[in-house]
Structure formats: structure tokens, C-alpha cells
């Protein structure tokens, strides 16, 4: 079984920093892709930045350029530095991996419990 935590989150100024982590324990074949998504309370659950195997990133537009996601592959660990918040940031974040548990099987998405992030004055 994999299990995800995700310390940290927060109150932040706007125009301030933070950075999320999230760290994954258990065992696995290979990993297809870590994700960041967040959702605000009546919002849709959206996907924020995500990192691939390879080491390819992609963002949200509403994100880009201030956000940067990376991982230590060592520490089983995925980030989300986030720069230039605004108060439109403020959601509960999720970290998602998809994950190939065997090397014969489907890949599963596992998630983590999510972390508060307020940005406000």
C-alpha cells in the first residue's frame, strides 16, 4: 500500500511564499507522474502543476511563473514552491501520484489528505 502526507500549508501573506511538500512511503514498480491539484470551498477540484518520470513540469496558466514543482527522488518526495501568492490561491491543496504498483499492472492515482493554504492580509 502507498500513503501520502502532506505536512505543512498555512497562512500567508499576499505577495508572499511557501512551499508544500509531500512524501510518500510504501512500495511501488515506478512512479508515471506526481500532481499538485487544489480546490477552493464551491470550486472544482483543479490541477495546479504535475511532474513526470522524466522530469517533464507542466502548470496551471493560473500559476505559471510562480509556481515551481520539483522532487527528491531519494526522499520519496514531491514540492510545490509557490512564490507571489494571492488571495485567488487560497484552497486546500492535494498531492496526487499515479503510481505503477507492479510492473504488469494498471497505474493508480493515490492521494494525499490535502493541506490548507490561506492567503490573506
Known amino acids: 500500500q502507498v500513503q501520502l502526507v502532506e505536512p505543512g500549508g498555512g497562512l500567508v501573506q499576499p505577495g508572499g511564499s511557501l512551499r508544500l511538500s509531500c512524501a510518500g512511503s510504501?512500495?511501488?514498480?515506478?512512479?508515471?507522474?506526481m500532481n499538485w491539484y487544489r480546490q477552493a470551498p464551491g470550486n472544482q477540484r483543479e490541477l495546479v502543476a504535475l511532474i513526470t518520470n522524466s522530469g517533464g513540469t507542466n502548470y496551471a496558466d493560473s500559476v505559471k511563473g510562480r509556481f515551481t514543482i520539483s522532487r527528491d527522488n531519494a526522499k520519496n518526495t514531491v514540492y510545490l514552491q509557490m512564490i507571489s501568492l494571492k488571495p485567488e490561491d487560497t484552497a486546500v491543496y492535494y498531492c496526487?501520484?499515479?503510481?505503477?504498483?507492479?510492473?504488469?499492472?494498471?497505474?493508480?492515482?493515490?492521494w494525499g489528505q490535502g493541506t490548507q493554504v490561506t492567503v490573506s492580509s
Open positions: 510504501g512500495s511501488w514498480f515506478s512512479i508515471s507522474a
Open positions: 496526487k501520484w499515479t503510481i505503477y504498483v507492479t510492473r504488469w499492472q494498471n497505474a493508480n492515482d493515490y
